[in-house]
């Protein structure tokens, strides 16, 4: 009877201690909701117009839009979401304090996931975000495409980073940096 008590025990144990480890993510609040922080961000501008800036590495364009054609031109933001449920335990967290701030990083471990990384920077670390950015990459044999969204509220800034190397024809790299200044 002790023998299978001593059993029981030992397995309850080892259960209890997988159970915990392969869970990390399951009980965790969920990842970042960028979406809503963006929106929010954005809508909250107060002036009526912003400068735009578009540059291909050549040449640079500048121009001064309203508020609502820039928001119009951004919806494709509202995609980038890292709380899908399909995704839960799919981002490592991690938090590093520095002289820099407080950054909380969300880095992909699934290689499907197009999203590489999201970080949040409370450079004050007052606990008001200050800057957010998401880096994402999608690779084939064909060509390597990579997007940066930085958003930076502390200085009026959205910029956005795209870059395409193709493997095949006779241009091989593709470069577009687009920022909205308020």
């Given at each position: 009877m002790k023998k299978l008590f001593i059993?029981?025990?030992?397995?309850?144990?080892l259960s209890a201690c997988k159970k915990d480890t392969s869970n990390e993510y399951m009980g965790a609040e969920s990842y970042f909701d960028l979406p809503t922080y963006i929106v929010e961000g954005?809508?909250?501008?107060?002036?009526?117009?912003?400068?735009?800036t578009i540059s291909n590495g050549l040449d640079t364009e500048v121009?001064?839009?309203s508020k609502e054609e820039m928001l119009k031109?951004?919806?494709?933001?509202?995609?980038?979401?890292?709380?899908?449920?399909?995704?839960?335990?799919?981002?490592?967290?991690?938090?590093?304090?520095?002289?820099?701030?407080?950054?909380?990083?969300?880095?992909?471990n699934d290689p499907n996931i197009n999203i590489e990384e999201l970080s949040i920077l409370d450079?004050?670390?007052?606990?008001?975000?200050?800057?957010?950015?998401?880096?994402?990459?999608?690779?084939?044999?064909l060509s390597s495409w990579s997007q940066?969204?930085?958003?930076?509220?502390?200085?009026?800034?959205?910029?956005?980073?795209?870059?395409?190397?193709?493997?095949?024809?006779?241009e091989k790299e593709s470069y577009i940096k687009l920022a909205y200044e308020w």
């Open positions: 059993i029981f025990l030992g397995f309850s144990t954005l809508t909250g501008i107060e002036q009526d117009s912003v400068l735009k121009l001064k839009i031109s951004l919806e494709f933001l509202s995609l980038i979401d890292i709380n899908k449920s399909a995704w839960k335990g799919k981002f490592i967290v991690d938090s590093i304090s520095s002289a820099e701030g407080l950054e909380i990083k969300y880095t992909q450079e004050d670390k007052d606990g008001k975000i200050d800057q957010c950015t998401v880096i994402k990459q999608t690779d084939s044999p940066k969204v930085t958003f930076h509220q502390k200085n009026k800034r959205l910029e956005i980073l795209n870059e395409l190397d193709k493997t095949l024809g006779k």
